[in-house]
């Protein structure tokens, strides 16, 4: 069956970057895109980009352009995400989730999600 | 950006209530929109996509309607287990963007 394991909890300094990966098992890594996406205490969902698992190219939210990086390890089947500088409005949980598009033009749903590492910053 | 406002923010109905959630769109989205099922602790769940089709596994009981810039997420008879907050998400265009979220509480 379809998992996604994430790695644990973080908490870092303001100004310190983490790194977290996401560990996908029950299908071909390789096939299906990877996105990630953050929930802060009392917000919204909010996407942060995604990975092209198979050519490694990336897409990211203009917020997080230049802050975050995405990238993957096909012979792991691990898909990973570093924040750099964090902030305190950084503290969040972070998803992983598998992308499946579901016609011609690019549309997609998120249907298999991990479940979502605490990253918590704090002087 | 495509900003998507929920409404109601919360409710609380009783078993065997029919529950409706509205997500309106800042601009035309036509059909590209997700609910998602979140519990409290857990991952988002994808209930339905193309605003009306039920991603498989999903109980009957939901349902989803809408195009353009209004839909709506139904619950046709509120069960104990539906206690969750409901996100809607449009994937029209990049940046990806979700809704407040509607907590529904079971009385």
């Known amino acids: 069956q379809v998992q996604l394991v994430q790695s644990g909890a973080e908490v870092e300094r303001p100004g310190a970057s983490v790194k977290v990966s996401c560990k996908a098992s029950?299908?071909?890594?390789?096939?299906?895109?990877m996105q990630w996406v953050r929930q802060a205490p009392g917000q919204r969902l909010e996407w942060m980009g995604w990975?092209?698992?198979?050519?490694?190219?990336?897409k990211y939210a203009q917020k997080f352009q230049g802050r975050v990086t995405i990238t993957r390890d096909t012979s792991a089947s691990t898909a990973y995400m570093e924040v750099s500088s964090l902030r305190s409005e950084d503290t969040a949980v972070y998803y992983c989730?598998?992308?499946?598009?579901?016609?011609?033009?690019?549309?997609?749903?998120?249907?298999?999600w991990g479940q979502g590492i605490l990253v918590t910053v704090s002087s | 950006d495509i900003q998507l406002t929920q409404s109601p923010s919360f409710l609380s109905a009783s078993v065997g209530d029919r529950v409706t959630i509205t997500c309106r769109a800042s601009?035309?989205?036509?059909?590209?929109l997700a609910w998602y099922q979140q519990k409290p602790g857990r991952a988002p769940k994808l209930l339905i996509y193309?605003?009306?089709t039920l991603q498989s596994g999903v109980p009957s009981r939901f349902s989803g309607s809408g195009s353009g810039t209004e839909f709506t997420l139904t619950v046709s008879s509120l069960q104990p287990e539906d206690s969750a907050t409901y996100h809607c998400?449009?994937?029209?265009?990049?940046?990806?963007?979700f809704g407040g979220g509607t907590k529904v509480e079971i009385k």
């Open positions: 029950g299908y071909s890594f390789t096939t299906y895109t």
């Open positions: 601009q035309d989205i036509s059909n590209y």
């Open positions: 989730a598998r992308e499946n598009f579901y016609d011609t033009g690019g549309h997609s749903i998120f249907d298999f």
């Open positions: 193309a605003a009306s």
């Open positions: 998400e449009q994937v029209k265009t990049y940046p990806l963007t």
């Open positions: 990975v092209n698992t198979a050519n490694g190219n990336t």
